[in-house]
């Protein structure tokens, strides 16, 4: 494995075309760099087919020969899947102090090519690489000061803005209209200004209304009225229960039980008898059908 022990931004290696050693067959471009971040290292190397375009594969830091105008592996099975769930590529990560000060966003890193540990980062107050250098100021910032990481921050000590180096001044700062985030006077009170059409015109003057008051202001006004020290002062040993003495209880007398309705009796109309179901069946008188005569024709 001949690689260069020169540190390497991640900068240098987008875009870098990755080629075979035993065929010189190309396998695509370099598109990004996957770092485990509780280790701070770098793992992988992105490769699709184009910079933008094309099926997204993987390049384990261990299996590449040489790094220098292109990336050379050893054969076409360097190029494999990974799974990058536990990874990170640490771009438009927001960098925050202990006491909360904003010091920018991660746009890129540093890191030794033979054994993947990152040494510092890069980050100017937009996170987004493909903003030229010169347009922004960017720093760097030693991963001595990371006191712990997360998904998408990560924090430093406090006052880690003063051990920044500064690598490029941006253009604004160079006309003196810009200035890094943590010296920005975010907490200045402007007064706001209020619409046109919401102003009142002169000689008008806006109503005046009365304070508002908190719940427990009126908790306090309502327990001292003169009503209500009046009821506290009242307590039951004060109760006068002579009066229950002499009062006779008057026993409950039980409940008497309804006498039962009377029954007043009807008289109902006679119906016809019935004749009796098991009285045999009188045979039935039929009309003798008279016999028609016949006649010859």
């Known amino acids: 494995m001949t ?25 695509g471009v ?17 490769v699709r087919n184009t910079l933008f375009t094309g099926e997204q594969r993987f390049v384990h830091l261990d299996s590449i020969s040489q790094i220098g105008d292109v990336i050379l592996v050893e054969n076409d099975d360097a ?46 107050s937009l996170g ?29 000590f406090e006052g880690a ?3 920044l180096q500064q690598l490029t001044v941006g253009l604004l700062e160079r006309v003196g209209l810009g200035a890094p985030p943590w010296e920005t006077d975010e907490d200045e009170y402007y007064q706001p200004v209020t619409p046109s059409s919401n102003q009142l015109p002169s000689g008008a003057r806006s109503p005046v209304y009365p304070p508002q008051r908190s719940r427990a202001e009126y908790q306090d006004d309502w327990e001292n009225t003169p009503r209500r020290r ?15 003495e002499e009062y006779e209880y008057e026993p409950v007398r039980p409940r008497q039980a309804k006498p039962p309705a009377k029954v007043i009796p009807v008289d109902l109309p006679e119906s016809e008898p019935q004749s009796d179901p098991w009285e045999e069946p009188q045979p039935m008188k039929l009309e003798q059908r008279q016999q028609e005569e016949e006649y010859d024709y």
Request: aromatic residues 8%; hydrophobic residues 35%.
């Open 79 to 124: 190029v494999e899947s990974m799974n990058t769930y536990n990874y990170s590529t640490l771009i438009d990560n927001e960098i925050v102090t202990e006491t909360g000060e904003i010091l920018g966003k991660v746009r890129g890193f540093k890191f030794d090519p033979q054994t993947g540990e990152i040494t510092d980062l890069i980050l100017a």
């Open 230 to 244: 009046r009821r506290q002062s009242e307590t039951y040993d004060d109760y006068d229960t002579s009066y229950d």
């Open 128 to 156: 987004l690489p493909w903003i030229p250098a010169q347009l922004i100021s960017t720093y760097e910032l030693p991963v001595e000061e990371i006191v712990s990481t997360g998904p998408d921050r990560i924090i430093v």
């Open 3 to 27: 690689i260069s022990a020169q540190l390497l931004q991640r900068a240098d290696l987008i875009g870098t075309q990755v080629i075979t050693r035993d065929t010189g067959r190309k396998l």
């Open 161 to 163: 803005e003063t051990r």
């Open 30 to 46: 370099i598109n990004q760099v996957w770092v485990d971040i509780d280790q701070r290292q770098v793992v992988a190397l992105g």
